[in-house]
């Protein structure tokens, strides 16, 4: 909006009525259309309106802004008989305003262009008339400049103090011919450290592992134990690259990303396809013909005594695994309602429709596939968990094992089928653990006494924590030692109140907290804060796919937007960030007293 004559739009509040732009004067309420010449004329001979003081030197020298406003009921007038009080913003209180503001603008995921609607307008003008809030441009330039430089400055601080980091990194398996590849530093808090805008000549596995190593160099490799990518191809290779140059991280696979590629397998079976394809042909016939569709909603409506919530016929258009689910548990809770409607011979349906609804077969079909893929979906979700461990990727595959060798002896599929499924289940697994993952399954409090791994697993564990006392100039014969006494039970851990301690807290805290004193804590207490999955980096591309941000503004404005968003839930803030501001004359005040 242009500015009139001498700031006099603050004098002014804008509303539409009967499709054209009005603007009322806040003194005697006398409206005008948008002609800047008559709105400065009636400001100079409106009664109403008080010399006012366009500019007056503020207490810090800087010029501030003042505007009389009208008393009204809930505001204090300037004297007991007086109409008006005298608001006014100096630059630096502007600047600080300005800049709380934005913060909570970037925080909330509000639009950017919050401070331009008329309502937010009307409620800045009665909380503090004088003030003028940034419009969308300054909220997307200069202040989320100052705010991404602000936030990542602390994102670096904190890094700095952590003791021990992972390097988390996602995005290449979402990307096309151009994309995002996002990195992110669990301090164990993962925080959004940066992301890389690639071009498909660039997608080679040299690439992703030079990226892994600079940002590893610049957090300080010392401090860095692992780095969990995606199961992108190029991401896999570069593990061996990122691990010749640093030997002491492990470079593992996303968890949830491997029990994924198991859920695709499985929807991918012949078998699997031809139950979709036809539970899908009932849900769209039902949900595409307007009688058929009103008759199933009042059925299911009758069916729990005549409230609105009868299930309605879905279809699989999410992009992860609930979509299919969803369209199986939509089919199997409107079964009764849809084969009576199958026997119904006043409703037209498709005889091929009217026959698999009344097949016995396909609804077993259909159970016993949702099961199954129920199942896998919900050890995929488990893996996505905030409180997720490193630890639990050993027994969850153990769990996920014997549970799909129950569920598959139910299944549709035939024993070809099972078996390939069975054979994608060792894939995922042999993606999925590593020997840093049995260190960690061995060194959690929780499983000591369990035989869940082999004599192999046993093994690379021993040389994990062998390699990891090397590298943080420990004595291995004596944190070995340490770890004998611990799997024993023995010293220090010989006592019941120790061990059931470890049910309310975690692993990493238990180990720092109560037994700081053994060689083996700082070797436990780094590998149990190693997340299993990339769900950080996850989070983060959602923002990403968000179109409103995306199409709003430019792709480097959205990454510091996004990133701004992420780590200001992450980080608290300081209490000096809400330290009311002192006036030069109150800073006099206040180191004359100090010196005296």
């Known amino acids: 909006m242009p500015r009139l004559q001498s700031g006099v739009w603050k004098h002014y509040t804008s509303a539409v009525k009967d499709g054209r732009e009005t603007f009322m004067c806040n003194y005697c309420s ?18 109403k309106y008080s010399i006012v003081s366009q500019q007056s030197p503020g207490p810090d020298g800087s010029s501030s802004a003042s505007i009389p406003v009208p008393s009204f009921s809930f505001l204090p007038s300037a004297s007991p008989g007086g109409q008006f009080l005298i608001d006014s913003v100096d630059q630096r209180s502007q600047a600080v305003a300005d800049e709380c503001l934005a913060r909570a603008v970037y925080a909330t995921s509000s639009p950017l262009t919050l401070a331009d609607n008329i309502y937010w307008k009307k409620f800045f003008s009665v909380l503090r008339p004088a003030y003028c809030p940034p419009t969308r441009e300054a909220l997307s330039s200069h202040l989320l400049d100052y705010e991404y430089d602000r936030v990542q400055s602390q994102v670096h601080e904190t890094i700095g103090k952590a003791e021990c980091v992972t390097i988390i990194c996602s995005g290449w398996s979402n ?92 929807l991918a079976t012949p078998s699997m396809k031809t139950v979709c394809r036809r539970a899908e042909q009932v849900a769209r016939s039902v949900r595409e013909q307007k009688i058929l569709a009103e008759t199933f909603g009042c059925r299911q409506k009758t069916k729990i005594n005549n409230t609105d919530n009868g299930t309605t016929l879905t279809l699989p258009s999410n992009s992860d695994w609930t979509g299919v689910v969803n ?57 996505k968990r905030k409180d997720a461990v490193l630890s639990g990727v050993v027994d969850m595959f153990s769990q996920l094992k014997n549970h799909i060798g129950a569920s598959l002896s139910e299944s549709v599929l035939h024993s070809g089928e099972q078996k390939a499924i069975m054979a994608s289940l060792d894939r995922c697994q042999e993606f999925s653990i590593k020997p840093i993952h049995a260190a960690a399954y ?147 005040v206040s180191f004359q007293s100090e010196t005296q």
């Open 327 to 383: 369209m199986f548990n939509s089919l199997l809770e409107g079964q009764n309602s849809l084969q009576e409607m199958a026997v119904s011979h006043t409703l037209n349906m498709e005889a091929s429709i009217r026959e698999m609804i009344q097949d016995e077969a396909f609804w077993k079909d259909l159970s016993s596939s949702r099961n199954l893929l129920h199942l896998i979906g919900n050890y995929i979700d488990y893996m």
């Open 442 to 588: 061995m060194l959690d409090p929780k499983h000591v006494g369990q035989q869940t791994l082999s004599g192999e697993q046993i093994n690379s564990a021993y040389y994990v924590i062998s390699n990891l006392s090397h590298h943080l100039n420990l004595d291995a014969g004596k944190v070995l030692g340490s770890f004998a006494r611990f799997s024993a039970k023995q010293g220090l851990w010989k006592g019941a109140g120790i061990w059931s301690s470890c049910q309310h807290v975690s692993a990493s805290t238990w180990w720092k907290g109560l037994c700081s004193s053994e060689p083996l804590s700082a070797v436990a207490s780094a590998i149990l804060q190693i997340p299993p999955t990339t769900g950080a980096c996850d989070q983060i591309w959602s923002r990403f796919c968000d179109t409103k941000v995306l199409g709003a503004l430019s792709t480097e404005r959205a990454q510091k937007l996004v990133a701004v968003q992420t780590n200001l839930h992450l980080i608290e803030p300081s209490d000096c960030e809400y330290a009311p501001l002192e006036s030069e004359e109150e800073k006099k």
């Open 30 to 47: 006398k409206s005008y259309t948008k002609n800047a010449t008559k709105m400065q004329m009636h400001l100079d001979k409106c009664k």
């Open 175 to 266: 990307v096309k011919e151009t994309g995002t590849i996002i990195y992110s530093v669990a301090t164990p808090v993962p925080l959004f450290y940066k992301c890389t805008t690639i071009k498909q000549q660039t997608h080679t596995s040299t690439f992703i592992a030079e990226e892994l190593k600079d940002v590893i160099s610049k957090v300080g490799p010392q401090k860095v134990f692992a780095v969990v990518t995606d199961d992108a191809p190029e991401m896999m290779a570069a593990w061996a690259q990122v691990e010749k140059a640093f030997p002491h991280i492990s470079a593992i696979g996303c968890t949830s990303c491997g029990v994924q590629q198991l859920f695709n397998d499985t």
